[in-house]
T-cell receptor
Framework: AQKITQTQPGMFVQEKEAVTLDCTYDTSDQSYGLFWYKQPSSGEMIFLIYQGSYDEQNATEGRYSLNFQKARKSANLVISASQLGDSAMYFCAMREGQGEYGNKLVFGAGTILRVKS | EAQVTQNPRYLITVTGKKLTVTCSQNMNHEYMSWYRQDPGLGLRQIYYSMNVEVTDKGDVPEGYKVSRKEKRNFPLILESPSPNQTSLYFC??????????FGDGTRLSIL
């Protein structure tokens, strides 16, 4: 079974609008972490935002926020006021436990976001 | 500047010719990992290391070797590369429980 599911292979958004990228996860651990990474066309992996399973408040980092719904096992990324530079591949990832397996991240297949001017 | 450095960035080689991709981090992180990225599959962990001389297999270790003789370095070795190892490879490092810092990636093509 997939541990991280990103159901949107591709998304379009108009510049300056908000967009939500979906992510659902599957784990039986009580302690885990959820991450979003951005991969522009140049290929590097850029860390965006982190949510711990025990964090009660949704994480926010600038224009990025993580809509964490623990009971539904979803961790959607919300990008507000989209910019052309937000066009990239976005990966949702999960770390189970507290660092066993070398802090292994399990990744979803990714969502390609295109921002239109 | 805190960084994870991989070399080479690009390599085209032939089946069976041993190659090494180097990875070095300057942040004194204990944890280091190698991932490969393939279309539609996201990134998958190949090997990881939790400290010097401590390494273990990830999800897709077949055909790869690693070593961790120093804290800063974690090379990935392909003893006899095959075309199915053509991929984009990332090295990552982190302290325990923290987000991983990724290198810029190495694109390998094995003909």
């Amino acid at each position: 079974a997939q541990k991280i599911t990103q159901t949107q292979p591709g998304m379009f958004v108009q510049e300056k609008e908000a967009v939500t990228l979906d992510c659902t996860y599957d784990t039986s651990d009580q302690s885990y972490g959820l991450f979003w990474y951005k991969q522009p066309s140049s290929g590097e992996m850029i860390f965006l935002i982190y949510q711990g399973s025990y964090d009660e408040q949704n994480a926010t980092e600038g224009r990025y926020s993580l809509n964490f719904q623990k009971a539904r096992k979803s961790a959607n990324l919300v990008i507000s006021a989209s910019q052309l530079g937000d066009s990239a591949m976005y990966f949702c990832a999960m770390r189970e436990g507290q660092g066993e397996y070398g802090n292994k991240l399990v990744f979803g297949a990714g969502t390609i976001l295109r921002v239109k001017s | 500047e805190a960084q994870v450095t991989q070399n080479p960035r690009y390599l085209i080689t032939v089946t069976g010719k041993k190659l090494t991709v180097t990875c070095s981090q300057n942040m004194n992180h204990e944890y280091m990992s190698w991932y490969r990225q393939d279309p539609g599959l996201g990134l998958r962990q190949i090997y990881y290391s939790m400290n010097v001389e401590v390494t273990d297999k990830g999800d897709v270790p077949e055909g790869y070797k690693v070593s961790r003789k120093e804290k800063r370095n974690f090379p990935l070795i392909l003893e006899s590369p095959s075309p199915n190892q053509t991929s984009l490879y990332f090295c990552a490092s982190s302290p325990s429980g923290e987000p991983q810092h990724f290198g810029d990636g190495t694109r390998l093509s094995i003909l």
